[in-house]
């Protein structure tokens, strides 16, 4: 652990410009690791950014656990969803000589070179939410959502009340490259294979409201009234949508049915209030885990290569049921 104090003063200045961007928890020094040696880990924590209501959720649910109360000192870094700011916050990571790195990666991708310096650092790599196409064996473990069951239950809803009849559905796909979009895009497909359910259209809309909302106008201006279901990859860009389905004289629920996957508080009141019709759960509050995991790691113990966090699915009159007891 001396090299890595070493490393960290000399990066003193990029440890400070990077927490000028987010936040160092606990109020300690935002550079150097020490292992837990006065009790105190340092992480370094690679979000993707602040996308989404989800997004705001789990960042909350990661401070929280990671907190000076619980042992920890957070070097945080949100990435606005730009995928080489989020390796060179690893990257600053390793520099500083944390304990471990903590990352949501933006996309699946590209991840080789950073995950092996911090390999050949010691420092060890949790991931978070999404997934990697490196190596498994750059990375000591994994705790997120099963992205392609949530797709899949999804798709299921979907078959089993329009896959009778010739329905049209337009998609609203998440981040190109993010593992939670290819997996639920993939999850649906294989729910809707061999019904009558016709794709008409897919793109994405990167998670945003902002997105979804002018990707759907751009549906509606090609398809119009001949789009009978949307499935949104998450709530914001569903939420974005039924705006748009709105200003389009279209009642969203009733004339286009709307199925998204995420079930934070706004896409909940949504379907409560009958403009959503199915949503299924992503589980945003990992910290808590995320934070054992990371312990456990630091200090030499085995853990599993990943663990997953079960979800629920909530059709229109379960949501009026559970909307003032979720906590996000």
């Known amino acids: 652990m001396k090299a890595k104090k070493i490393i960290a003063g000399v990066a003193f200045l990029g440890a400070l410009a990077l927490t000028a961007t987010g936040c160092a928890g606990g109020g300690g020094s935002a550079a150097g690791g020490n292992g837990g040696g006065d009790g105190v880990i340092t992480v370094g924590f690679a979000q993707t950014g602040s996308e989404s209501g989800w997004r705001s959720a789990n960042t909350e649910s990661m401070k929280e656990a990671f907190s000076e109360a619980n042992g920890f000192n957070l ?88 896959g009778s009849t010739p329905t049209n559905l337009v998609v609203l796909e998440g981040t190109t490259g993010s593992s939670a979009a290819t997996d639920r895009a993939s999850g649906f497909d294989s729910a809707i294979a061999g019904t009558d359910i016709k794709v008409l259209d897919s793109q994405t809309g990167n998670f945003t409201r902002a997105d979804g909302k002018t990707v759907m106008e751009g549906f509606l201006q090609k398809y119009g009234s001949q789009i009978n279901v949307l499935f949104a990859h998450n709530d914001d860009m569903g939420l974005g949508a039924l705006e748009a389905i709105k200003a389009a004289g279209l009642k969203p629920g009733t004339d286009i049915k709307i199925v998204t996957i995420d079930a934070v508080k706004d896409g909940m009141t949504a379907l409560a209030n009958g403009e959503f019709n199915y949503i299924v759960e992503c589980n945003p509050l990992l910290g808590e885990k995320t934070a054992e995991v990371v312990k456990k790691v630091v200090a030499g113990e085995s853990v599993d290569k990943q663990y997953i966090v079960e979800d629920q699915a909530f059709d229109q009159e379960q949501a009026k049921k559970v909307l003032d007891s979720r906590p996000y």
């Open 75 to 162: 070097v945080f870094n949100a990435a606005d969803n730009k995928p080489e700011a989020q390796i060179a916050a690893v990257r600053s990571f390793i520099n500083q000589g944390v304990d471990a790195i903590v990352l949501a990666p933006i996309v699946t991708d590209g991840w080789d070179d950073v995950l092996q310096e911090a390999k050949d650092a010691n420092i060890p790599v949790i991931l978070e939410d999404r997934t990697v196409s490196a190596s498994k064996d750059l990375y000591a473990s994994w705790i997120g959502l099963d992205f392609k069951k949530e797709g899949e239950t999804a798709g299921k809803w979907v078959a089993d009340n329009f």
